[in-house]
């Protein structure tokens, strides 16, 4: 059974960076779609980043240029490189295909952004 593991949110001050890591049990990471959701209290879960089998990538707006997203199919690992973080990326961040499945929701790993 597929699962997906989010790991390396923490607190981290505005302007600051951090390097989220979503790994995937199974064999067959390499033939979806990946994607990071966030969110953040009060609000809907939101689209941040995807990434598609040959490796194209889109951003929502009020990221591009600040993260990035990669993949390493031989690790079956999924990433988010973070830099510049406002205190609007607070969120629990998650992974997912794209489109989301409903059963791989996972905990998500928590990123705060404050002073």
């Known amino acids: 059974q597929v699962q997906l593991v989010e790991s390396g949110g923490g607190w981290v001050q505005p302007g600051g960076s951090l390097r989220l890591s979503c790994a995937a049990s199974?064999?067959?990471?390499?033939?979806?779609?990946m994607a990071w959701y966030r969110q953040a209290p009060g609000k809907q879960r939101e689209l941040v980043a995807s990434i598609g089998i040959v490796e194209n990538t889109w951003y929502t707006d009020s990221v591009k240029g600040r993260f990035s997203i990669s993949r390493d199919n031989a690790k079956n690992t999924m990433y988010l490189q973070m830099n510049s973080l406002k205190p609007e990326d607070t969120a629990v961040y998650y992974c997912?295909?794209?489109?989301?499945?409903?059963?791989?929701w996972g905990q998500g790993t928590q990123v705060t952004v404050s002073s």
């Open positions: 199974g064999s067959i990471f390499k033939l979806y779609a």
């Open positions: 997912n295909r794209n489109p989301p499945v409903q059963s791989l």
